[in-house]
């Protein structure tokens, strides 16, 4: 799994996003075991890093299971199991405030991938 967070990371830093943030949910919640939260500032960037991060996930076998938002780009959801990124815009980003909402998971700085 940490192979995979370390490719969503490179593949959202290959495409300039901001403020990259990864949650370990693993002891809080069944649904994931790791979110990674980013920023774009317009819809075509937040499209370009999520059609980034498909791929270089397609490419390493993993199946995305569901998107959503792909189209309006303010909140782009991908489900890859495990594993979910979500990409926002800045406006969306702060409204939502994931960090805030999982701050009992654990906090991991990309570093440490």
Known sequence: MKKLVKLVIHALEDKKAEDIRIIDISEISTIADYFIIAGGSNKSQIQALCDNVEEVLYKAGCEL??????????????DFGDLIVHVFDKENRFLYDLERVWADGKQIEKEAF
């Open 65 to 78: 299971k569901q998107k959503e938002g792909y189209e309006t780009a303010n909140w782009v959801l991908m």
